[in-house]
């Protein structure tokens, strides 16, 4: 999936505005494998959003099995985006 296929599917996803606006910054950085570890003081900056709604949204996106998290790197953690589990919603009219 191409970074504007990615990105549409996160905006017309029936996930809660936050998580899709946390996912879309997180993607923002992630590499060819769809990983990312930017720290959550960066998706705060990049999101507007507050730690405890940084770290909620991340939760929300693991407990529904759109990111998994895959490891540590520079004492952040690593997650990996599943296009498949992004919910979609049905046809914009």
Not at 36 to 65: C, E, H, I, M, N
């Amino acid at each position: 999936m191409s970074p504007l296929q990615r990105t549409r599917a996160i905006l017309r996803s029936t996930l809660p505005s936050t998580q899709r606006l946390t996912l879309i910054a997180l993607m923002d950085y992630a590499d060819a494998l769809d990983e990312a570890w930017p720290s959550v003081r960066t998706l705060q900056a990049d999101t507007g959003f507050g730690d405890k709604a940084v770290r909620r949204a991340l939760l929300g996106l693991v407990d529904a099995g759109v990111l998994t998290v895959v490891g540590e790197r520079n004492q952040c953690r690593v997650f990996r985006l599943v296009s498949e589990a992004i919910p979609a919603r049905g046809p914009v009219a």
